[in-house]
């Protein structure tokens, strides 16, 4: 008699286990609301306010008279044009492209467009600067040098100063440039 009440016991166990694994949504407080949130699903949270975006070329110039291309892309056709949160990409890769047979120039690099529309339409600002020597900004790097992360610096205050600028979200990739560049801003002193 034990040993089928223990049967019976884990036999309703692992139901309920697999029940619960099945159908999480039924255990959730976003049950009912569309909301989902779990592991390589996140919808019904928020909603594209923008239709579309305007970009803006700048040149900035740095501590030394360098000039660094800076192209900035704002929400527009949405609910308001005030300021907005900042995505800030920082990079020795060219912000835009060039057509060889026509010479057309293409804002953006391949891909960059699919991530631009993405964050303007849920009200990013995106700023996307080029390093001293590169694309079309003036002046010759030394890779990973302390001035690369002074112009970071730099570029960071010129965004704060703008009025569309709600706040700013530094956004570093450690496998790549940016991360690696930016850090010495950490090590050496402020400009």
Known sequence: MKKKMRRLSI??????????????????????????????????????????????????SMFDGTKLAVDVYLPVEGESHGSFPVLFNYHPYRRATINPKTGEISGTLPGMETFIKFFTSYGYAIVIAEMRGSGVSFGSRLDMSPPLARDGKQLIDWIEMQPCVMEMLVCLEHRTWVGPSMRWRHKSPEP
């Open 11 to 60: 036999t309703i166990f692992v139901l309920l286990v697999a029940l619960v694994i099945s159908t999480p949504e039924l255990l959730s407080s976003e049950a009912g609301t569309g909301k989902v949130s779990r592991p390589f699903e996140y919808t019904g949270y928020s909603f594209p306010k923008y239709k579309s975006y305007t970009r803006s070329p700048h040149y900035v």
